[in-house]
């Protein structure tokens, strides 16, 4: 990137002042040496270098994130940042949004991020989740590739660490990082759905959780032994979800083929109308529901959830369109409470992870749930 801009700045970054000093300082004046770049280093009153290349000086400064808010007044034509991912998320997003803002010189103008992946952090969130955009680019790099690691390096961290970190560390894969996922089995490109507008003939099984301010339905049809998750949406309460069910789906509401599985314990809460609970608003709305007494045991519900993302057979009968993405980040990322051995559960905000999942485990219980067998089973409710 220096090459590439002579006669300009950049900057490279690590998470912390001391990982800047013992880590990226210490690595570029080794890799500077061995093939012949002669720089000179200035200590004060922070570090930087000036490169003495054959296409022109270029003065590369030292910096920590912790100090990303002093990156002011400059004018960069290349930024490289180490070990982003161990930055938490918040601060890493806001830290890029400055990045890219004072990359203003040069001829080509580059934001480099490198990170072992930890977990779904900035990285996930700018190269896979919102990947599809052309001003960027994701590379991974295996341990394996690595010929300046010693030969039983690799050895070494396959017998001590845990299938998860072993895919992060040595794979640059994007997992969970929690040992207990709720969704171990999930992959978005075995699980992945292309079908995104339902046909005249599909029934629609809309799960719904429901929340303050924030409810979560999921779209979920039936094709042959696949269930295909095909849209998401989030809607502020119950008479909301009614007047989006019925500009979305008027003609599958008009001819009773879409069917709400709400949250049973719903018709127990009162809603706008406090006469009324937010299932009584549907059902007096004219549209379809089906759902039990009460709700099944979250076990239940995730194991049957589980047994159509990957059963004993190996087959994958769960598919989940990409634009399903709250959804998609909860079957990578929800992780289990070990205290309460319980799927974790938020406040309701955006970054909630439990809503969405329950939504879909509603719809995925009515269509292929596994029905333990009890003596006194919750009965069905049809209206």
């Not at 190996?314 to 409470?337: A, F, I, T, W």
Request: hydrophobic share 40%.
């Amino acid at each position: 990137m220096a090459i590439d801009n002579p006669c300009t700045h950049g900057a490279a970054f690590a998470p912390t002042g001391p990982l800047v000093r013992d880590v990226v300082q210490r690595s570029m004046e080794e890799f500077w040496e061995e093939v012949g770049v002669t720089f000179t280093y200035r200590a004060s009153p922070l570090p930087e270098y000036i490169l003495d290349l054959p296409s022109g000086p270029v003065t590369v400064l030292c910096r920590s994130m912790e100090n990303w808010q002093r990156i002011i007044g400059l004018n960069l034509s290349f930024i490289g940042v180490d070990e982003i991912d161990t930055t938490r998320i918040q601060i890493a997003r806001l830290a890029v949004t400055r990045f890219f803002a004072r990359l203003r010189s040069g001829n080509r103008r580059q934001l480099g991020l490198f990170s072992t992946p930890e977990g779904f952090g900035l990285l996930y969130s700018m190269f896979v989740e919102e990947g599809n955009k052309t001003d960027r680019a994701l590379y991974r790099g295996r341990t394996a590739d690595n010929p300046y690691l010693p030969p039983d390096y690799l050895d070494t961290l396959l017998a001590e660490y845990p299938a998860n970190l072993v895919k992060a560390y040595t794979e640059g894969q994007f997992v969970s990082m929690a040992l207990a996922s709720v969704y171990p089995d999930f992959d978005r490109n075995l699980n992945r759905s292309d079908i995104h507008t339902p046909d005249e003939a599909d029934t629609l099984w809309i799960g719904i959780d429901f929340n303050v301010d924030r409810c979560w339905l999921a779209v979920v049809i039936r094709r042959g032994m696949e269930l295909h998750l095909i849209r998401e949406h989030i809607a502020r309460d119950t008479q909301a979800i009614i007047a989006l069910l019925q500009h979305e789906y008027a003609s599958w509401i008009e001819h009773r083929q879409l069917v709400v599985c709400p949250d049973a314990s719903a018709r127990n809460r009162s809603a706008q109308d406090a006469s009324i609970s937010a299932i009584g608003l549907i059902k007096r709305a004219g549209i379809r529901l089906q759902y039990q007494d009460a709700n099944p045991f979250i076990s239940d519900r995730v194991l049957s959830l589980n047994a159509q993302i990957l059963n004993g057979q190996g087959e994958r009968h769960l598919k989940v369109h990409p634009n399903c993405k709250g959804m998609l980040r909860g079957l990578e990322q929800q992780s289990y409470d070990l205290a309460t051995q319980q799927p974790t559960k938020g406040d309701g905000g955006v970054d909630d992870l439990s809503g969405q999942m329950d939504s879909l485990g509603y719809a995925v219980w009515q269509l292929a749930g596994i029905k333990p067998w009890r003596t006194g089973g919750s009965s069905f409710r049809f209206s």
